[in-house]
Nanobody, 122 residues
């Protein structure tokens, strides 16, 4: 079992930056691939970024490539999402997820956090 708690969301102006954190409890965090999804009002939840167990492999949605960076610190049981050059269309609830299989992270994965709200004003 893995419990995930996101933090770092908030209100920011377009062009600004935020860093989201996802703290994991439970055993063997370093054996899990991690990911970030987001869900905007009236839209389906969509994949944002994924990272494998040691950070050696990352993937991004086309809409965030070059602006967002996913990283992890296995010593702190935490995964991060650095979001730069934010746009109003980035407004959404952001969720982190975890799965032992990296390919499953982009599809949803086994474990989810409760989400953190990000709002970008124009």
């Amino acid at each position: 079992q893995v419990q995930l708690v996101e933090s770092g969301g908030g209100l920011v102006q377009a062009g600004g930056s935020l860093r989201l954190s996802c703290a994991a409890s439970g055993r063997s965090f370093s054996t899990y691939a991690m990911g970030w999804f987001r869900q905007a009002p009236g839209k389906e939840r969509e994949f944002v970024a994924g990272i494998n167990w040691n950070g050696g492999t990352t993937d991004y949605a086309d809409s965030v490539k070059g602006r967002f960076t996913i990283s992890r610190d296995n010593a702190k049981n935490t995964v991060y999402l650095q979001m730069n050059t934010l746009k109003p269309e980035d407004t959404a609830v952001y969720y982190c997820n975890a799965d032992r299989n990296y390919r499953m992270v982009a599809r949803g994965g086994a474990y989810w956090g409760q989400g953190t709200q990000v709002a970008v004003s124009s």
